[in-house]
């Protein structure tokens, strides 16, 4: 008991104890908002990577569909309801 009052007293430990106190808890960069940063970090980096393994798809697709009329044509009448003049075009909508 008597160290623990001989450390406590001591001007070093004590602004020692209460810098780390203000590290963890206190200061804008604290310990605790530097982990919920990381923990972000992580899961925008893994969004990134899965944004980008989609972007690759996409182009891939969009290759496909601009070296192919056939197609291009198919996707163009199924996603935006295109159609040629003499067609006539029913939207069969299932509930």
Known sequence: MKKLLKYSSNF???AT????????FIDSNN???H???????????????????KKVKI?????ELLSNPELLEKFARERYL????????YVIVEK
């Open 12 to 14: 070093y430990v004590l």
């Open 17 to 24: 104890l209460l810098f780390l106190f203000w590290i963890t």
């Open 31 to 33: 310990l605790v908002n």
């Open 35 to 53: 982990f919920r940063l990381s923990q972000k970090l992580y899961q925008l980096e893994d969004q990134k990577e899965f944004y980008q393994e």
């Open 59 to 63: 182009m891939a697709e969009r290759e």
């Open 82 to 89: 295109m159609k040629k003049q003499t067609e006539d075009l």
